[in-house]
């Protein structure tokens, strides 16, 4: 499956890059699990926007611009979008 990932704020700039597409094995997977894989991938993602294995209390994630969710206990599924954003990004 594939995942867009779009980044804003405080993950943008840690990250380096607007949005990425991320690809996994399988058909649908926890947004936690996804949040793990970014970590992997950007070091300063990891040491600047997680606090151990959870996104730190400042950001928030979007799940095809419709429902946000601060645990990261929702399921993406292929082709959808993820925004990760700090609380106070926005325009």
């Known amino acids: 499956m594939k995942i867009k990932i779009e980044y804003y704020g405080i993950p943008r700039q840690r990250?380096?890059?607007?949005?990425?597409?991320?690809?996994?094995?399988?058909e649908e997977m926890e947004i936690h699990d996804v949040i793990l894989a970014v970590a992997r991938k950007h070091p300063e993602f990891?040491?600047?926007?997680?606090a151990?294995?959870?996104?730190?209390?400042?950001?928030?994630?979007?799940l095809n611009g419709t429902r946000f969710y601060q645990t990261e206990n929702g399921t993406a599924r292929d082709g959808d979008a993820l925004l990760i954003l700090s609380m106070d990004a926005g325009g």
Do not use: P
């Open 15 to 26: 990250v380096g890059i607007a949005s990425e597409v991320y690809e996994f094995d399988q």
């Open 52 to 62: 151990g294995d959870r996104l730190n209390q400042h950001l928030t994630v979007n």
């Open 46 to 50: 990891q040491r600047n926007c997680m």
